[in-house]
């Protein structure tokens, strides 16, 4: 069974770059063919799909966050991390790792670049989450 965990500071001054990381264990990030992504939860509001990368190490972002993010892995540690630059208090959330996506649907949408609000039930595994707070 896939676990994933993520870790990374709680606390981001604006303007910073908040840095995840994911580790995975009971699967591989250089061979899974579904894939990891980031995903996350802002107070009250839905999940966000921020972006992925592929067993080749090919990367894919969501339009809106494409110019602040950047995915990239360690197969070595089997973890895949998140950058996201010039961060503001909008970007305190819940941040989520997950397998996935689990759904050709997704995918497709992924291609079109206009993959946003997701499911728990589109991903097949997810990380317990991690609160980050932009803050000052």
């Known amino acids: 069974q896939v676990q994933l965990q993520e870790s990374g500071p709680g606390l981001v001054k604006p303007s910073q770059t908040l840095s995840l990381t994911c580790t995975v264990s009971?699967?591989?990030?250089?061979?899974?063919?579904?894939?990891w992504s980031w995903i996350r939860q802002p107070p009250g509001k839905g999940l966000e799909w921020m972006g992925g990368?592929?067993?080749?190490?090919?990367?894919y972002y969501s339009p809106s966050l494409k110019s602040r993010t950047s995915i990239s892995r360690d197969t070595s540690k089997n973890q895949f991390t998140l950058q996201l630059s010039s961060v503001t208090p909008e970007d305190t959330a819940i941040y989520y790792c997950?397998?996935?996506?689990?759904?050709?649907?997704?995918?497709?949408?992924?291609?079109?670049?206009?993959?946003?609000?997701?499911?728990?039930?589109?991903?097949?595994?997810w990380g317990q989450g991690t609160q980050v707070t932009v803050s000052s």
């Open positions: 997950a397998r996935g996506p689990d759904h050709q649907r997704l995918w497709l949408q992924i291609i079109a670049g206009s993959l946003g609000e997701v499911q728990r039930a589109d991903f097949g595994s």
């Open positions: 009971g699967g591989s990030v250089a061979t899974n063919t579904a894939g």
């Open positions: 990368i592929g067993r080749s190490g090919f990367t």
